[in-house]
C-alpha cells in the first residue's frame, strides 16, 4: 500500500524585516524609555492633579510604511527635536486618549471611547494637551540623561497625511508606553527615526553599569532624609561603686557622692558617636564635643 504524501507549502519569511532584530542590541534604549515611562506619569500627574501610572513596553523596529500604516486617522501626533539627534521624534496619542484624560482632569469617570472619525481639538483639549506636551519634553530630557545630555522642543502637531510623503522604507524605533487611570490603559508611543540613532549606537550598546551611575536628584532627596532622622544618643555622666548592704541602708535624703568626670563618651545603641567634656550652662548639666569618633572613609 502507498500512502499520498501530504503537499507542503512554503512560508513566506521577510528576512529584511526589522522586527526580526533582537532589542537587546540596544539596552539602553529599554531602561532610557522606563525612565521617560515613569517621569512622565510623575510630571503629568502633578500637573493635572491626577492619579497616573505608567509601564514601558519594550522598543522594536519596524518598517515606516508598517509605522504610519498603525498610526490610524484619529492620532494625534506631535514633532519633536531632540538636539544632538538629528531629525524629528514623533509622539502619537489617539485623540480618544486625550479626551480621557481631559475627563479625568475635570472630575469624570475617565472611560477610554474609541473615536472613529478625526476631529479639530477643542480649546480645553488644547490646554490639557499643552501641560501633557510639557510634562513630555521634560520627561524626555530627564529620560535620555541615562545615555547621554539631549535637548527637547516641541515642534507642534503634524498632520498625519504629511507623514505618507517620506520614503516609507525606511526603518523606525517604535517605543510604546502605557499610561495607567486607575484600571484604564492609555497607549501611546514615541518614534525615532533609525537612522537618527545609529550614530549613538555606542552608548545604546553598552552594558548597563553598576551602581556608580547615581542619581544625584535621588541621592540628594536620600541624604535630606537621612539628616532629618532622629536618634537617641546616651553617656554615662559618672558612676560610683556601691555595695547592696550600704544600698539597703540608705534613707530618704541621704546623698550618694558622684565622681568628677571630665570626659564622657555619648552613643547610639552600641555605637561610639562623640566624647564631649562635661560641664554646666545656666545650670543645667551641658556637654561640649571634644572628639567625633567618624567611621573612617576609604
Known amino acids: 500500500m502507498s500512502r499520498e504524501a501530504t503537499p507542503k507549502t512554503a512560508t513566506i519569511y521577510d528576512f529584511a524585516h526589522p522586527g ?56 494625534i501626533v506631535y514633532e519633536l527635536t531632540m538636539n544632538p539627534v538629528q531629525g524629528t521624534v514623533w509622539f502619537c496619542m489617539d485623540t480618544s486618549v486625550l479626551a480621557t484624560i481631559v475627563d479625568a482632569y475635570f472630575g469624570g469617570d475617565a472611560v477610554l471611547t474609541p473615536e472613529e472619525e478625526p476631529r479639530e481639538l477643542s480649546r480645553t483639549e488644547q490646554r490639557v494637551a499643552n501641560h501633557v506636551i510639557n510634562a513630555l519634553v521634560t520627561s524626555v530630557t530627564s529620560g535620555w540623561s541615562i545615555a547621554m545630555p539631549v535637548k527637547v522642543t516641541s515642534l507642534g502637531i503634524i498632520d498625519v497625511a504629511r507623514l505618507t510623503n517620506a520614503p516609507m522604507d525606511s526603518i523606525m524605533v517604535d517605543s510604546q508606553m502605557n499610561l495607567v487611570l486607575g484600571a484604564i490603559e492609555l497607549p501611546c508611543q514615541l518614534i525615532y527615526p533609525f537612522e537618527s540613532l545609529k550614530p549613538f549606537e555606542s552608548k545604546l550598546r553598552k552594558e548597563v553599569a553598576s551602581p556608580s551611575s547615581q542619581d544625584l536628584q535621588f541621592s540628594q532627596a536620600m541624604q535630606g532624609e537621612l539628616m532629618n532622622c532622629e536618634i537617641d544618643i546616651r553617656g554615662v555622666l559618672s558612676e560610683m561603686p556601691i555595695t547592696l548592704r550600704k544600698l539597703l541602708e540608705l534613707k530618704s535624703g541621704d546623698f550618694i557622692p558622684l565622681r568628677d568626670v571630665q570626659t564622657v563618651s555619648f552613643k547610639t545603641q552600641s555605637m561610639p558617636l562623640f566624647d564631649a567634656r562635661v560641664g554646666s550652662t545656666n545650670g543645667r548639666v551641658s556637654a561640649s564635643v571634644s572628639r567625633w569618633h567618624l567611621p573612617v572613609k576609604n
Open 20 to 75: 526580526h532584530k533582537l532589542n537587546t542590541q540596544w539596552p539602553i534604549l529599554d531602561l532610557v524609555s522606563g525612565r521617560i515611562a515613569a517621569d512622565f506619569a510623575g510630571a503629568l500627574s502633578r500637573q493635572l492633579q491626577i492619579t497616573l501610572d505608567a509601564n514601558a513596553l519594550s522598543t522594536k523596529r519596524t518598517k515606516y510604511s508598517d509605522c504610519v500604516e498603525n498610526m490610524g486617522r484619529t492620532c
